[in-house]
């Protein structure tokens, strides 16, 4: 079992910048992929970024390449968010989720842990 624990959501303005952050608990965290997805109202949930156990691999939807950042540190049992020039579009409730192996595009689906989540709210 992992379990996650998301923060650092919170309402901003259009082109203001968050730090989202994800504790991990339980089995080695280092063993897993780990990814953020998002969900809005009315929507269907969808993967935002996801990073592999070492780091050296990442994928970003297009619709955040450039400006969200997403990063891990395997000895504090963190991912992190980094996100940069908010949209309102970019409104959503953000979760962390784990995965045992690395695949692209990440799919909810094959994600076997998940956080909370958090939500993040960019008025324009």
């Known amino acids: 079992q992992v379990q996650l624990v998301e923060s650092g959501g919170g309402l901003v303005q259009a082109g203001d910048s968050l730090r989202l952050s994800c504790a991990a608990s339980?089995?080695?965290?280092?063993?897993?992929?780990m990814a953020w997805f998002r969900q809005a109202p009315g929507k269907e949930r969808e993967s935002v970024a996801a990073?592999?156990?070492?780091?050296?691999?990442?994928y970003y939807v297009d619709s955040v390449k450039g400006r969200f950042t997403i990063s891990r540190d395997n000895a504090k049992n963190m991912v992190y968010l980094q996100m940069n020039s908010l949209k309102p579009e970019d409104t959503a409730v953000y979760y962390c989720a784990a995965k045992g192996r690395w695949a692209t595009p990440p799919a909810a689906s094959e994600y076997d842990y998940w956080g909370q989540g958090t939500q993040v709210t960019v008025s324009s």
């Open positions: 990073i592999s156990w070492s780091g050296g691999r990442t």
């Open positions: 339980g089995r080695t965290f280092s063993n897993y992929a």
